[in-house]
């Protein structure tokens, strides 16, 4: 048995996991293509005669739009990224955005919800997901998860629904579709909007289907972590023209209301924000479109071969993935009554051997001291305390306690398994976790000061 780093031993890994993003030829010819033409962005905002057709084209048709200067719905490479987008994944409309935290928003926003309306979602993910519901003063509501696949358990959501409930805020977290059947009904009997949060699900499919495409509105992120990206940005996809004219206006000032003739429903909430992609950063987008299916594949081959090498470990459950999921990170569950041994011992001393696990989120959404107070707009607990709410909703440790529980005791995630990362680098993670294991007698005897939180 060899000696743990932790203890002084050699380190299964000394050399880093690979962060960087696999560029090729193409981003280098896109992003060289807007240099030479100068044309950083060609974003309009104020109205133009064809604002109206503008607003309704389909991003296939926005593509070979003609115009001179500029357009209301952004330059060549904008377009073309959303046409490639729209394509890719069967719908009319793709938007460009510059993240999905402001994809998330405009989409809320396009739908109609605003102060006095609940959105239901999930407790455990990025706090973006929670505070896009914030911006146009509609109050999340959260539920607990499916242990099976860590998104919205739909019993949780039957449960929380009010007369307030206006849309169903769904995250198909770590690459796992949420059970999108259940959930649909769910919204058709109670007349609910549903908007898929797949920042971390770009290329899933739920029962042949993309995630995204299923619900009324799909956001995409192209931050750097996730399965293309451009460092920044993000996209909408929907398929119902008038949803797409509101997310057109919402991200482009809102301006350009054609005329005060609208009804009010359509006027709803155009406050009118920039989230506006750059042409160098669409630059980027179409390149890394064109190999998302490979970055994929490289993710799923990468977790598929740690499933198989670490099924028989005693002491951690490997994820069990349905046909169609694309894995966003490898989430083990740990169970420290088969070991005897604190999870946080177990994250320290893989992490001297050289792999950066963590333990998932640093708390659920609800325990982020803006909700457990209330305080978001200012100090007097808006938009909870506004006259259209008229309820009394109170976030507290306990709301959620399956999340509680993965979160608190049992997560162990390692992240890279993207490109160009490959199944060398995971034979190392596999070597990490048998030697840890293989101490596991040692390490229940040793004390060690093990931090907290996660580690890339
Ligand atoms: C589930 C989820 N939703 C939303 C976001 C926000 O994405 P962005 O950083 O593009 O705003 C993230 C980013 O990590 C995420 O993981």
Request: charged share 25%; aromatic share 10%; net charge neutral.
């Amino acid at each position: 048995m060899s000696k743990l780093a932790i203890f002084g031993g050699v380190p299964v890994r000394e050399e880093p996991f690979k962060t960087s993003v696999v560029v090729d030829e193409r981003e280098w010819e896109y992003v060289k293509q807007i240099l030479e033409k100068r044309e950083f962005s060609r974003f309009m905002g104020s109205p133009s005669k064809d604002i109206e057709k503008q607003l309704t084209m389909s991003s296939v048709e926005a593509e070979s739009y003609e115009s001179q200067y500029f357009t209301f719905l952004g330059g060549k490479m904008v377009r073309r990224f959303e046409a490639e987008f729209a394509k890719k994944f069967g719908v009319p409309y793709a938007i460009s955005v510059n993240s999905a935290t402001s994809g998330l928003s405009a989409a809320l926003g396009s739908a109609g919800i605003g102060p006095g309306d609940e959105v239901i979602t999930t407790c455990m993910s990025f706090n973006a997901t929670a505070t896009s519901i914030l911006l146009f003063n509609s109050i999340p509501v959260f539920v607990d998860v499916d242990c099976k696949n860590y998104c919205l358990d739909p019993n949780e959501i039957e449960k929380a629904i009010t007369p307030k409930t206006k849309a169903i805020l769904v995250v198909h977290l770590l690459g796992n579709a949420a059970d999108m059947d259940a959930i649909m009904k769910i919204a058709k009997r109670h007349n609910l909007i549903i908007i898929e949060d797949c920042a971390q699900s770009p290329g899933t499919k739920y029962k042949g289907n993309y995630v995204g495409t299923i619900g009324d509105i799909g956001v995409f992120s192209f931050q750097e972590t996730k399965n293309m990206t451009t460092g920044e940005g993000g996209m909408v996809i929907t398929k119902n023209p008038l949803l797409a004219k509101k997310i057109r206006l919402i991200r482009n000032h809102g301006e350009s209301i054609p005329d005060s003739s609208w009804d009010e429903d359509s006027l709803v909430n155009i406050v009118g924000m920039n989230f506006r992609m750059t042409e160098l950063t669409a630059a980027l987008g179409v390149a890394q479109l064109a190999k998302l299916d490979e970055n994929n594949r490289v993710r799923t081959e990468n977790t598929l071969f740690l499933v198989d090498k670490l099924k028989n470990l005693s002491g951690v459950s490997v994820p069990v993935y349905k046909s169609g999921v694309v894995p966003h990170v490898f989430p083990l569950l740990y169970d420290n009554r088969v070991t005897g041994v604190g999870r946080q011992k177990i994250l320290a001393a893989l992490r001297a051997e050289g792999i950066p696990v963590g333990s998932g989120y640093l708390r659920l959404m609800y325990e982020n001291p803006l909700f457990l107070k209330k305080i978001a707009y200012g100090r007097e607990q808006c938009p909870w305390s506004c006259h259209l709410y008229n309820y009394k909703r109170e976030y507290k440790s306990g709301d959620c306690p399956i999340a509680e529980n993965i979160l608190r005791e049992k997560f162990i995630w390692f992240y890279h398994i993207n490109r160009p990362n490959g199944i060398d680098e995971m034979k190392d993670v596999v070597s990490a976790f048998e030697k840890v294991f293989e101490n596991i007698e040692f390490l229940r005897r040793s004390a060690i000061v093990a931090e907290v939180g996660y580690k890339w």
